[in-house]
C-alpha cells in the first residue's frame, strides 16, 4: 500500500495573516542587544533594550505633555527611577525621534527632523552593536566584544554599583521634581583630591560638603592621593582614594542599590524593596537638610521644622513663590546713607555662610555695628556670643539658614524709613517637594507620558493566544484521523 499523504489544512487567509502580524509584533518586543544599521523608536514603548536579567530597560522615557529622553531605568521601581540620561537638558519629540547605532560605528539621537541631538564618540570605529548590562552599563562593542563606549564614563545624577567615579566624571543634580534638567547641586572631586559637593547656582558656587569650617584633616579626609578615584561595590560599601568611606546600613549582597545626587542637596545611597518596587535611604551625606548650601536662594533662610522649609527674613519677600532658587528680594531701595538713616533688625539664630567683608574676635557689638555701617557694601552682620565676641559683617546674605545650637544672631541693616519685625521671617514653605523615598500608591509602569501602556500588550498577547488556538482547532478539524 503506497503512502498517501495527508491534505494541507485549509483555513482562512485572514488566520495566516494575523498569525505572522502576531509573530512579527512579538519579536518587536524588548531586545537584548540593538545591532549595526538597527534603530529604537520613541513612539512605540516596548522598543527598548533590557538587560539579560530584567534589572535595566534602556528606551526612551517620556514625561509632560512632549518630552522625551533616552535613558536608563530601573526596570521594577516605581515611577521608573532614572539612573542615567543621554539628553537630560534637550528632550525629544515623541514622534519621529530614535536612536539608531549607524552603520559607520556611531549611535545617534534624532529628533523629529532628523537633527542630532546626541551621539557617541564612535564614528569610524568597529562598533558592532549596542547592549545593556546587568550593571545597567549601556556599552558599544565591536565584533570581539571589546567596550569602545560605555554609559558608565558618562553618569547624570547617579552612580551605581561597579561604576567608577573618576576626576573626569561629576553627578549633577536634576533641577526638581518632574524637571530632569542639569540642576544646581554636584558632586566632584576638587582639584586637592578631596570629594566634594558643592552648590553651583545662578549667581553664586559654595562648597558645603565636608564641613567648609574644617580643613581636609579635620573632616578626616586626605588630599596625597592624586588617583582621585571612588567606587560603590554590590554589597553597599563605598570608598574613595581621599580615604572617605561609608557602608549601607542593610550593607550585604541581593540588594540594588543606586547612590544618586538630589535635587535638594543632599547625596543619599538607596536599597531598593523588591516587593514593593520602593526605595529606602541606606546612608545619606547630610543628616541637617538645612546645611545644604542656595537650598533657599539669596536672602532665603532654611528652617529645619524637622523638614527644611524657607523664609524671608523681615524686610524681604519671596521672589518667585514656587521657585526657592531665586530666594528673596528686599522691599526697599539699598542706598548708600549716613549712619543717622540706618538701623538694624536682629534675627535671633540665624547664620548667613560666608561673603565675609570682615572677620574679628574680642569685639564688642557696638565696635561690629560700626563696622557694618561705615560700609557701604555691608548688608548684615553676624554676632556670636560663645566667649569670643565674634563679627562677621556680610556682603551679601546666601546660604541661610536658623538653628537653635546656633550661638548668636545676624542683624540686618535697613533705611530707618523700613517697619519690619523679627516675625515677620517667621512664615515659610517648602523649598524642594522631595519625593517619597518609600513611594505610597501604584503608578503605571508608564506612568502619563502618552505611549501605550501595558494593559494595550495584555490584549495582544490574549488575542494572539486566542488566535493560535483558533488555528490549532481548524488544522484539527482539516486533518483525517486514521
Known amino acids: 500500500m503506497g503512502f498517501q499523504s495527508l491534505p494541507f489544512p485549509k483555513f482562512p487567509t485572514f488566520f495566516i495573516v494575523?498569525?505572522?502580524?502576531?509573530?512579527?509584533?512579538?519579536?518587536?518586543?524588548?531586545?537584548?542587544?540593538?545591532?549595526?544599521?538597527?534603530?529604537?523608536?520613541?513612539?512605540?514603548?516596548?522598543?527598548?533594550?533590557?538587560?539579560?536579567d530584567k534589572t535595566f530597560t534602556c528606551g526612551f522615557y517620556g514625561l509632560g505633555q512632549n518630552a522625551y529622553w533616552f535613558s536608563i531605568w530601573f526596570t521594577n521601581s516605581k515611577e521608573r527611577s532614572v539612573?542615567?540620561?543621554?539628553?537630560?537638558?534637550?528632550?525629544?519629540?515623541?514622534?519621529?525621534?530614535?536612536?539608531?547605532?549607524?552603520?559607520?560605528?556611531?549611535?545617534?539621537?534624532?529628533?523629529?527632523?532628523?537633527?542630532?541631538?546626541?551621539?557617541?564618540?564612535?564614528?569610524?570605529?568597529?562598533?558592532y552593536r549596542a547592549e545593556l548590562l546587568d550593571t545597567?552599563?549601556?556599552?558599544?562593542?565591536?565584533?570581539?566584544?571589546?567596550?569602545?563606549?560605555?554609559?558608565?564614563?558618562?553618569?547624570?545624577?547617579?552612580?551605581?554599583?561597579?561604576?567608577?567615579?573618576?576626576?573626569?566624571?561629576?553627578?549633577?543634580?536634576?533641577?526638581?521634581?518632574?524637571?530632569?534638567?542639569?540642576?544646581?547641586?554636584?558632586?566632584?572631586?576638587?582639584?586637592?583630591?578631596?570629594?566634594?559637593?558643592?552648590?553651583?547656582?545662578?549667581?553664586?558656587?559654595?562648597?558645603?560638603?565636608?564641613?567648609?569650617?574644617?580643613?581636609?584633616?579635620?573632616?578626616?579626609?586626605?588630599?596625597?592621593?592624586?588617583?582621585?578615584?571612588?567606587?560603590?561595590?554590590?554589597?553597599?560599601?563605598?570608598?574613595?582614594?581621599?580615604?572617605?568611606?561609608?557602608?549601607?546600613?542593610?550593607?550585604?549582597?541581593?540588594?540594588?542599590?543606586?547612590?544618586?545626587?538630589?535635587?535638594?542637596?543632599?547625596?543619599?545611597?538607596y536599597s531598593l524593596n523588591n516587593l514593593t518596587g520602593s526605595w529606602m535611604i541606606s546612608w545619606q551625606a547630610i543628616m541637617e537638610q538645612c546645611k545644604v548650601h542656595g537650598i533657599c536662594g539669596r536672602n532665603g533662610i532654611c528652617v529645619s521644622t524637622p523638614e527644611p522649609k524657607c523664609s524671608c527674613p523681615p524686610g524681604y519677600e519671596v521672589t518667585e513663590p514656587d521657585n526657592w532658587n531665586k530666594g528673596c528680594k528686599p522691599k526697599f531701595n539699598r542706598t548708600c546713607s549716613n549712619s543717622q538713616q540706618l538701623k538694624f533688625i536682629e534675627v535671633q539664630k540665624v547664620d548667613f555662610y560666608g561673603f565675609d567683608l570682615n572677620y574679628s574676635t574680642a569685639t564688642s557689638m557696638e565696635s561690629c555695628k560700626k563696622?557694618?555701617?561705615?560700609?557701604?557694601?555691608?548688608?548684615?552682620?553676624?554676632?556670636?556670643?560663645?566667649?569670643?565676641?565674634?563679627?562677621?559683617?556680610?556682603?551679601?546674605?546666601?546660604?541661610?539658614?536658623?538653628?537653635?545650637?546656633?550661638?548668636?544672631?545676624?542683624?540686618?541693616?535697613?533705611?530707618?524709613?523700613?517697619?519690619?519685625?523679627?516675625?515677620?521671617s517667621l512664615n515659610g514653605s517648602n523649598p524642594v517637594c522631595q519625593e517619597s523615598i518609600i513611594m505610597m500608591g501604584s503608578p503605571s509602569m508608564y506612568d502619563t507620558t502618552g505611549k501605550r501602556v501595558r494593559w494595550i500588550y495584555m490584549y495582544w498577547f490574549a488575542l494572539a493566544i486566542g488566535a493560535i488556538e483558533v488555528i490549532f482547532l481548524l488544522l484539527v478539524q482539516e486533518i483525517p484521523l486514521c
Not at 554676632?383 to 551679601?396: F, I, V
Open 136 to 269: 545597567g552599563n549601556l556599552v558599544l562593542t565591536n565584533a570581539d566584544g571589546k567596550i569602545l563606549w560605555q554609559s558608565f564614563d558618562y553618569p547624570t545624577d547617579t552612580l551605581l554599583p561597579n561604576q567608577r567615579f573618576t576626576k573626569s566624571t561629576q553627578l549633577i543634580s536634576r533641577l526638581g521634581k518632574g524637571n530632569y534638567a542639569s540642576g544646581y547641586f554636584m558632586c566632584y572631586f576638587d582639584n586637592d583630591n578631596v570629594l566634594r559637593l558643592m552648590y553651583d547656582g545662578p549667581d553664586i558656587s559654595s562648597v558645603y560638603w565636608p564641613n567648609p569650617d574644617y580643613n581636609v584633616w579635620q573632616n578626616g579626609r586626605t588630599s596625597y592621593n592624586s588617583s582621585r578615584i571612588a567606587f560603590l561595590d554590590e554589597a553597599g560599601s563605598f570608598l574613595s582614594s581621599d580615604k572617605w568611606q561609608f557602608r549601607a546600613f542593610d550593607v550585604g549582597f541581593g540588594i540594588k542599590r543606586r547612590l544618586t545626587m538630589d535635587y535638594d542637596g543632599n547625596l543619599r545611597l
Open 371 to 424: 563696622l557694618c555701617l561705615d560700609d557701604c557694601q555691608c548688608e548684615a552682620f553676624s554676632y556670636r556670643l560663645n566667649g569670643e565676641g565674634l563679627c562677621y559683617t556680610k556682603s551679601a546674605l546666601f546660604n541661610g539658614y536658623r538653628s537653635p545650637t546656633f550661638p548668636g544672631s545676624i542683624y540686618l541693616k535697613f533705611p530707618v524709613s523700613v517697619e519690619a519685625s523679627e516675625s515677620d
Open 83 to 127: 539612573v542615567w540620561m543621554a539628553n537630560r537638558d534637550r528632550p525629544v519629540n515623541g514622534h519621529g525621534s530614535k536612536v539608531t547605532l549607524r552603520r559607520n560605528g556611531a549611535m545617534v539621537l534624532t529628533d523629529v527632523d532628523d537633527s542630532v541631538i546626541w551621539m557617541t564618540n564612535t564614528t569610524s570605529t568597529s562598533a
Open 18 to 52: 494575523l498569525f505572522f502580524l502576531l509573530l512579527s509584533f512579538n519579536t518587536s518586543k524588548s531586545q537584548n542587544l540593538l545591532r549595526r544599521g538597527s534603530s529604537l523608536s520613541v513612539e512605540d514603548a516596548s522598543d527598548v533594550l533590557a538587560s539579560p
